[in-house]
């Protein structure tokens, strides 16, 4: 199985900061990397697929890039409704797998 | 709008049979585009990946829960189900079914997901 490493385990951050959170897979897995949100109590949102594609209804400020088996997840101005834990998730190959996650609080 | 809803019993003893069923409203299970699938998360860990089902009825499961998996499809009804055997324990977690593109396998629409504990 492919591995999905995220960094940090957490964060904390104020508001209008910018936020990067890593995911590094064992790996090559190309572009084919996703990226959710889940609030508090929540269900999983999906916000950025294919390393960089941010899903129809996403703010803008968020934002994925990639570079070999690293990827990076971007807030660019960091917004209270943003507290959430952050999942990556690796869809190149069978079984999917995910990252443990990055929980994002406000400072 | 499409819109997914998981339902089932909550609470499973230990040994026996975890049964969900998700059903899929406001559009068809019977579409080339998508698969099914359910993902599962134990309360206050991540999120594991159990298989997915097309339209079709062909299946793929997680290696690590295969051999106490099936996932089945009723396109009369328009949802598709869960059955996890044996169950402990461990199996005790959220239980989320979800639409999954049929050439790239992410997760682009939840449902409100289903809460099983498994205890005696």
């Known amino acids: 199985d492919i591995q999905m490493t995220q960094s940090p385990s957490s964060l904390s951050a104020s508001v209008g900061d910018r936020v990067t959170i890593t995911c590094r897979a064992s790996q090559g897995i190309g572009t084919f990397l996703a990226w959710y949100q889940q609030k508090p109590g929540k269900v999983p949102n999906l916000l950025i697929y294919?390393?960089?594609t941010v899903q129809s209804g996403v703010p803008s400020r968020f934002s994925g890039s990639a570079s070999g088996t690293h990827f990076t997840l971007i807030i660019s101005s960091l917004h209270p409704e943003d507290v959430a834990t952050y999942y990556c998730q690796q869809y190149s190959s069978a079984p999917v797998t995910f990252g443990q996650g990055t929980r994002l609080e406000i400072k | 709008q499409l819109q997914l809803q998981e339902s089932g019993p909550g609470l499973v003893k230990p040994s026996e049979t975890l049964s969900l069923t998700c059903t899929v409203s406001g559009g068809s299970i019977s579409t080339r585009n998508y698969y099914w699938g359910w993902i599962r998360q134990p309360p206050g860990k991540g999120l594991e990946w159990i298989g997915n089902?097309?339209?079709?009825?062909?299946?793929y499961y997680n290696p690590s829960l295969k051999s106490r998996v099936t996932i089945s499809v009723d396109t009369s009804n328009n949802h598709f189900s869960l059955k996890l055997g044996s169950v402990t324990a461990a199996d005790t977690a959220m239980y989320y079914c979800a639409r999954l593109p049929q050439v790239d396998w992410y997760f682009d629409l939840w449902g409100r997901g289903a809460l099983v504990s498994v205890s005696s």
């Open positions: 294919g390393a960089s």
């Open positions: 089902i097309y339209y079709s009825g062909n299946t």
